[in-house]
């Protein structure tokens, strides 16, 4: 299975202030459509997760423009411009380019 | 809106059975695939089960194969799981899941 590996595995950061989360996986993430299937959920406290981005950098239409993602291959990265309130809780990337989908550990981001 | 509504969980005693049901709503249920994701108390997540538009394929991680069988009912709009032989590393909250929508999940507790 392709192992995703997250860092950090926590953040603390003030409102305003930017964010930035690594994700790498074990083998390239390029499928043989030509797609890259990387995804990023925000799970808040006490709910189930939610959709941020999907295929390396799309954004789904509820998703606020200050967060964004980048990376090809085997490494990724989830920017968020300027942390708000509402993006506290637990990131996680998510591969469904080889069989099975495999997560991520989590990234929690935290408000100081 | 999609919305996708598990139900069916609680607490089961070891090697028991317990069957999940997921009603979705919001889209044409027989056009997607549809997946089991479950994510262990204070853990990360963990995919269960997937299932083809049609019915015709299904896939599990070795974790649960041979005991557990996703199904569904497209002219109820309906997916199942059938959980069977259930230990206690299956306590987990599942989570009904449609390419990047979740619902609220349900909590299955395995526990003598």
């Known amino acids: 299975d392709v192992v995703m590996t997250q860092t950090p595995v926590s953040l603390s950061l003030a409102i305003g202030q930017p964010a930035s989360i690594s994700c790498k996986s074990s083998?390239?993430?390029?499928?043989?459509?030509?797609?890259?299937?990387l995804n990023w959920i925000l799970q808040r406290p006490g709910q189930s997760p939610k959709r941020l981005i999907y295929?390396?950098?799309k954004l789904y239409s509820e998703v606020p423009d200050r967060f964004s993602g980048s990376g090809s291959e085997t490494e990724f990265t989830l920017k968020i411009s300027r942390v708000e309130a509402e993006d506290l809780g637990v990131y996680y990337c998510?591969?469904?380019?080889?069989?099975?989908?495999?997560f991520g550990a989590g990234t929690k981001l935290e408000l100081k | 809106e999609v919305q996708l509504v598990e139900s069916g969980g609680g607490l089961v005693q070891p090697g028991r059975s317990l069957k999940l049901s997921c009603v979705a709503s919001?889209?044409?249920?027989?056009?997607?695939?549809m997946t089991w994701i479950r994510q262990a108390p204070g853990k990360g997540l963990e995919w269960v089960a997937s299932i083809t538009n049609t019915g015709g394929s299904t896939y599990y991680p070795d974790s649960v194969k041979g005991r557990f069988t996703i199904s569904r009912d497209n002219a109820k709009s309906t997916l199942y799981l059938q959980m069977n032989s259930l230990r206690s590393e299956d306590t987990a909250t599942y989570y009904c899941?449609?390419?990047?929508?979740w619902g609220q999940g349900v909590m299955v507790t395995v526990s003598s």
């Open positions: 083998q390239s993430l390029l499928g043989t459509s030509g797609k890259t299937f």
């Open positions: 295929q390396v950098s």
């Open positions: 919001g889209f044409t249920f027989n056009n997607y695939w």
């Open positions: 899941t449609r390419g990047g929508y």
């Open positions: 998510w591969q469904g380019t080889h069989f099975p989908d495999t």
